[in-house]
C-alpha cells in the first residue's frame, strides 16, 4: 500500500473520529441544561444506535479480553475509538460550560431558555420523521411519551442532599434519562434536588467528593441500562422512537422561557434555603407575555436561532451519513 493512500485513510479517519468528537461537544452541551437530552441530539446526529451498542458492549466478554492482554480485540469489541471521540466530547463540553452557562442563566436567563425552547421544538419533527409507518400503536406510544413527560415537569423537586449514596443514585438515574430522548439528565438532577450542586458548583469548582459517587453511579446505570435500550430500539424500532418523540415534545413545558420561579417554603410559611443560601425552587409558574416588548423579540429571535441549529445539526448529520 502506498503513503499517500495510508496518508488519505488517516485523513479520513481524523475527520470522522473529529466529527464524532463535536457530536460528543453538542451532547455535552445538551446535558449541562435542564430539559435538553443529549440523547436528542445523539439521534438527531445519527450515533444514538452506535452508542448504545457499544455501551452494552461493556459485557463479561470485554472484561475477559481485557485482563487477558487482548487489548486490541478488546478495543474492537467495544468499538473503543468511537467511544472515547464520543465521550472526549461530552467531557470537554460539560467542563467548558458549566462556567459559561452559570454566567448566561444569572444574566439572559430569558434568552437561554427560549434558545434551547426553538432547540428541542425543531427536534420533535426532525426525530418523529425517522418513524417509518405511523400506525395506531405509534401514535398512541407517541401521546403517551408526551403525557409522561408533561407529568413529570409538575412534579416538586426534592431538597438538596450531598450524602455518598445519594448522588451514586442521582448517578445512575440522571445518566439513563440524559440517553435518553426528551428526558434531561439535568432536569432528573433538579427533581432530585442536586441539579445546582453537582451540575454547576461541583463541576465548575471541580468537587471530586460530590462527583466521585455520580460518575460511578452514571458508569453503572450507563452499562445496564443500554442492554435494555438497545433490545428495545432494535425489536420496536418505529414505537421506541415515537415513545421518545413525546418524551421530547413533552419536556418543551420545562423549557417554556416566560415563568417565574416559586419558591419551597417551609412550616412557617418562609423561602427554604440552600447551604450556599440561595432560596430552594419548587416548580415554575408559566406565564404568556401581555406585550411585544424587546425583551419579548430577542427571545423570539433566540428560538428561532434554536430552531437553524437544528436544522444545520441535521443536514450536517445527513451529509456524513451520505
Known amino acids: 500500500m502506498s503513503y499517500v493512500n495510508i496518508s488519505q485513510k488517516f485523513k479520513i479517519k481524523m475527520k470522522y473520529y473529529l466529527a464524532l468528537i463535536f457530536k460528543g461537544i453538542g451532547m455535552g452541551a445538551a446535558n449541562v441544561i435542564p430539559g435538553v437530552s443529549g440523547g436528542t441530539i445523539a439521534l438527531i446526529t445519527g450515533i444514538f444506535e452506535e452508542l448504545i451498542d457499544s455501551i452494552k458492549s461493556f459485557d463479561i466478554k470485554a472484561i475477559k479480553l481485557l485482563f487477558t492482554g487482548r487489548f486490541k480485540e478488546f478495543a474492537e469489541h467495544i468499538n473503543l475509538y468511537f467511544l ?186 418562609n423561602p427554604l434555603l440552600k447551604s450556599d443560601g440561595k432560596i430552594v425552587i419548587q416548580g415554575y409558574d408559566r406565564y404568556i407575555p401581555d406585550s411585544v416588548s424587546q425583551e419579548v423579540m430577542w427571545a423570539i429571535f433566540f428560538m428561532i436561532m434554536g430552531i437553524i441549529t437544528i436544522w444545520f445539526i441535521e443536514k450536517y448529520a445527513q451529509k456524513q451519513t451520505s
Not at 463540553?93 to 436567563?109: G, H, K, P, Q, T
Not at 417509518?132 to 409538575?154: D, L, P, R
Not at 450531598?162 to 445512575?172: E, N, Q, T
Not at 453503572?220 to 421530547?248: C, E, N, P
Request: glycine share 8%.
Open 84 to 269: 472515547l471521540s464520543v465521550f472526549t466530547g461530552i467531557g470537554i463540553s460539560i467542563f467548558s460550560l458549566a462556567v459559561l452557562l452559570r454566567y448566561l442563566f444569572e444574566n439572559y436567563r430569558i434568552d437561554v431558555w427560549a434558545f434551547f425552547f426553538g432547540l428541542i421544538l425543531a427536534s420533535v419533527y426532525f426525530v418523529g420523521k425517522t418513524v417509518k409507518k405511523w400506525s395506531i400503536s405509534v401514535i398512541i406510544i407517541f401521546i403517551i411519551g408526551t403525557v409522561i413527560a408533561m407529568v413529570i415537569t409538575v412534579l416538586n423537586p426534592a431538597t438538596e442532599n450531598p450524602k455518598f449514596l445519594y448522588l451514586f443514585l442521582c448517578g445512575i438515574i440522571s445518566v439513563c434519562s440524559m440517553i435518553l430522548p426528551g428526558l434531561s439528565g439535568s432536569f432528573i438532577l433538579i427533581l432530585l434536588g442536586n441539579y445546582e450542586l453537582v451540575m454547576i458548583n461541583a463541576v465548575a469548582d471541580m468537587q471530586i467528593k460530590i462527583l466521585f459517587p455520580v460518575v460511578i453511579g452514571a458508569a453503572i446505570g450507563l452499562i445496564a441500562f443500554s442492554h435494555v435500550l438497545s433490545y428495545v430500539f432494535k425489536k420496536f424500532r418505529d414505537q421506541t422512537i415515537s415513545l421518545l418523540t413525546g418524551f421530547i415534545l413533552g419536556s418543551l413545558a420545562i423549557l417554556w422561557p416566560w415563568k417565574n420561579e416559586i419558591p419551597r417554603l417551609d412550616e412557617m410559611g
